[in-house]
């Protein structure tokens, strides 16, 4: 197994490549690794995909070292191709992605190289684009979008000063949302949209609790419009993933599993990849059966 070490450059994302060294150093076997620093946004995902053309049999665990951008662009790069793995050293930002696997540890590099291949689903967006996470769109993508400016600035809690904009801005959005070809909720205003193929965004929200990585299927969280005083509490039982149980909370959702899933804005809107954006109308977004085989840390 070849590995390659992708750590994200950016400062106030970066994979801590100094702690990386010293445990690939202190592993019991050696192993065959270069490192490679991303130079600018998706240059992970031009390396991977060129590493995967120019090197097509030659087994390769790509390491994304980062958060769930970094996890987005490897990820991203490497969707299709062959005797190729994705595994993760979190040390980013916005660590979402790895909370769907309880108690494993992905801080290290022991573990990593000891774990298990799994394959996995992946959401494919339009033509060339992918989330392996969550897609989400309407008041969560307001948060994103804010909170990945203010991150960038140095604000402390920028996913909670997001929200603040969001609640004024973001609640009342005319998007329609196809899952399969169910229409969901047409001609009403909606305040969200989550498609899971893992948990969790934000940081805090259990966003698609019934969400399995490996069941090919796309779990659609389509949330009505509601008053402030009912944003408010939804957001408890949205933060702790009650929110499809709940009696009062689930009048409020439609709940569905798709294999497609298709949005319309008359207006220019804004999909969350992951925490990456993604401006458009209209979005297709499908789920790509065990397309990334992950390594499970040990």
Not at 22 to 27: C, T
Not at 199 to 217: V, Y
Request: contains cysteine; charged residues 25%; proline residues 3%.
């Amino acid at each position: 197994m070849h590995y390659c070490f992708i750590i994200n450059a950016e400062p106030s994302k970066a994979g801590n490549p100094d702690k990386i060294q010293a445990d690939i150093d202190n592993l019991e076997i050696t192993i065959d690794y270069e490192i490679y620093r991303t130079t600018a946004e998706k240059s992970a995902t031009l390396f991977v995909k060129e590493f995967c053309t120019a090197h097509p049999e030659l087994e390769t665990c790509f390491v994304a070292c980062g958060g769930d951008g970094t996890i987005n662009e490897v990820a991203t790069g490497m969707a299709g191709a062959s005797n190729k793995h994705l595994a993760v050293l979190a040390y980013g930002s916005g660590n979402d992605f790895i909370k769907y696997y309880k108690g494993k540890d992905f801080t290290s590099v022991r573990d990593m190289v000891n774990g298990t291949p799994h394959k996995i689903d992946i959401m494919k967006v339009n033509k060339d684009r992918y989330s392996i996470n969550v897609c989400n769109f309407g008041f969560d993508s307001v948060v994103a979008s804010t909170a990945n400016r203010l991150s960038r600035k140095g604000w402390k809690n920028p996913y909670r000063w997001g929200i603040v904009k969001a609640i004024f801005c973001g609640r009342f959005n005319r998007i329609r949302v196809w899952a399969d070809r169910e229409e969901l909720n047409p001609d009403r205003r909606m305040l969200l949209c989550t498609l899971g193929n893992n948990n969790h965004i934000g940081g805090e929200f259990f966003c698609s609790p019934r969400a399995r990585n490996d069941d090919g299927l796309i779990e659609v969280g389509y949330c009505k419009t509601t008053t402030l005083i009912g944003f408010l509490n939804l957001l408890k039982k949205y933060t702790t993933g009650s929110h499809l149980d709940d009696p009062k909370a689930s009048r409020k959702f439609i709940y569905r599993q798709s294999k497609v899933v298709k949005v319309h804005s008359d207006e220019t809107i804004e999909l969350c990849l992951d925490g990456e954006m993604l401006s458009g109308k209209d979005f297709r977004i499908e789920i790509i059966p065990q397309a990334i085989s992950f390594i499970i840390p040990a």
